[in-house]
C-alpha cells in the first residue's frame, strides 16, 4: 500500500526481514528472497504487530529498490 503525503516521500507498508544498526531488510511482497536494504539514514520506520513495518522515503529510493 503507498499513499502520497508530500511531493517527494511516500508512505508504505513493508513486511520486515531483518533490522540492523544502519538499515532495515523489507518486502512489499513478504518473499525475502526480494527484499531490499533501506538505509536507516535516508528513512522514517515504526515497527507494527506481525513483523510489518510502516516506512516513509523519499519517493526516489522507494521507486529505485522497486518498492513503487
Known amino acids: 500500500m503507498m499513499s502520497t503525503t508530500h511531493s517527494?516521500?511516500?508512505?508504505?507498508?513493508?513486511?520486515?526481514?531483518?533490522n540492523?544498526?544502519?538499515a532495515i531488510l523489507v518486502s512489499s511482497d513478504g518473499d525475502r528472497e526480494a527484499a531490499v536494504w533501506?538505509?536507516?539514514?535516508?528513512?522514517?520506520?515504526?515497527p507494527k504487530a506481525g513483523g510489518?513495518?510502516?516506512v516513509?522515503?523519499?519517493?526516489w529510493l522507494a521507486t529505485e529498490r522497486g518498492l513503487v
Request: net charge negative; charged share 30%; proline share 3%.
Open 52 to 54: 510489518i513495518v510502516e
Open 56 to 59: 516513509q522515503c523519499p519517493e
Open 38 to 46: 533501506l538505509a536507516k539514514s535516508l528513512i522514517e520506520f515504526e
Open 20 to 22: 540492523t544498526e544502519r
Open 8 to 18: 517527494d516521500l511516500v508512505d508504505l507498508t513493508l513486511q520486515l526481514h531483518a
